[in-house]
């Protein structure tokens, strides 16, 4: 992660001390500097708050040696609050205490770029030309060709061009990592990262609106949101690149749990992978469903792709996430396995999500949030919310949370599963 530099004095081990730092705050300094490494790795051993080793780190070069010396720990997922801001120090929320980073250091590879994708281990896609892959902790950058940072359309006329989404079947740094895109609403590519001569293949889907897309066994999945309509396609690498299989548009009996109710600017669906299965999620409200508590909170639907032979499909309703929770936003969703050792929040069988719009009124939010940070920068006043924990049928445990924001600059809050720290 980087951090801002100062023209500064130097303490022993090497770190710099702020210009105009009394004579005795540097002492103090310099004192913190020096602390024996053993001391200070018991110290370091004893700090379970992931957002509280990252500030361990930042201290000085002597305490972020220490670090590397234990075993990484896994950190589970950070909401972005501004990402599109142009500010440098971003707020990360980090689920897993509560507690708020307040000057998150992004890359200025990414800031004031739009992020349309991210990955574990801190990975995001910067959209703005020239395509960017860049890690938000160590500043690395992916490595890509010229083919590889320009998108290919079928329509390369077309005025309407904008990049929406990205996704990874493997980690950016694999040679086996397969990209996908989501191209002005109505096209998808295909691109494989590790293979330098490797152009994006294109998909075009005339007259029809994908709104998401997931990995799931060696096929692409894309969600056709006007019909709730699956359209896969087998994906693989070549010697020089990637190849794809014709469209399947598969055949899925009973819809009914599909039926467009409520406010359409908040209903939104996600497609995500769960125990190697296809899901989708649908995000409601205001709905006149038998099974739903309540007529005004948002609610979800989750939807398993069951195959029943003979080349049809049907949609079975999930009534437990298990030993899962589901992170769900407009640039990243996953479904993560939240282990017994880990009781705090993040929890099992829940729902996290970051809306996929900011609110341009405090009338437009759930009756249920409830604020939790103000921030003020250059790009205007941001107000941040949480919802309560809620769980939407008789019959059907999951819960939820949401989070939103009321006003900001249309990039809504993101999710970033950072590297194990």
């Known amino acids: 992660m980087e951090e801002p530099t100062h023209t500064a004095a130097v303490n022993n081990d090497g770190s710099s001390i702020k210009a105009g730092t009394s004579a005795a705050a540097m002492v103090a300094t310099e004192w913190w500097s020096i602390l024996p490494d053993d001391i200070l ?184 949101p006007e019909t709730m309509e699956i359209v896969r396609f087998e994906v693989g690498l070549t010697k020089h690149g990637v190849f794809k299989g014709d469209p399947q548009w598969l055949d899925i009996q009973d819809q009914g749990y599909l039926q467009v109710n409520g406010d359409p600017d908040e209903r939104a669906v996600y497609i995500v992978e769960l125990r190697g299965k296809i899901m989708i999620v649908i995000r409601k409200t205001r709905g006149s469903w038998w099974w739903v508590r309540n007529n005004t909170l948002p609610f979800f639907i989750c939807l398993e792709l069951v195959d029943v032979g003979h080349g049809w499909y049907k949609w079975e309703i999930v009534k437990s996430l298990g030993d899962h929770a589901l992170f769900l936003g407009p640039t990243f969703s996953k479904a993560m396995h939240m282990s017994t050792g880990e009781h705090c929040s993040p929890r099992r069988n829940h729902i996290y999500y970051s809306h996929h719009r900011c609110y341009p009124r405090k009338e437009c939010l759930p009756d249920d949030a409830k604020e939790f940070l103000t921030s003020s920068n250059n790009d205007g006043c941001h107000v941040y919310y949480k919802g309560g924990e809620s769980v939407d049928n008789i019959d059907v445990g999951i819960m939820s949370v949401g989070h939103y924001v009321l006003g900001g600059n249309q990039c809504p809050p993101m999710w970033l599963f950072p590297p194990a720290l």
């Open 41 to 224: 790795s018991l110290v370091y051993s004893r700090v379970a708050c992931a957002v509280d080793r990252v500030r361990f780190t930042t201290v000085c070069r002597s305490w972020r040696a220490i670090a590397p010396m234990h075993p990484p720990r896994r950190v589970l997922p950070w909401l972005i609050l501004n990402p599109g801001s142009n500010d440098r120090a971003k707020h990360a929320y980090c689920l897993e205490d509560g507690a708020i980073l307040s000057h998150f250091w992004f890359s200025n590879k990414a800031v004031g770029g739009r992020i349309v994708g991210s990955h574990d281990g801190g990975w995001v896609t910067v959209s703005d030309a020239p395509l960017r892959i860049v890690n938000l902790f160590s500043g690395a950058e992916v490595p890509l060709s010229a083919k590889q940072r320009s998108i290919i359309r079928l329509r390369p006329r077309a005025k309407l061009f904008v990049l929406l989404k990205v996704i990874f079947s493997e980690p950016p740094t694999s040679r086996d990592c397969i990209l996908a895109a989501i191209i002005g609403r109505s096209e998808v590519a295909i691109c494989g990262l590790g293979r330098v001569r490797s152009a994006w293949s294109p998909q075009r889907f005339v007259g029809m609106t994908i709104t998401d897309i997931a990995f799931c066994n060696g096929h692409l999945y894309c969600l056709v």
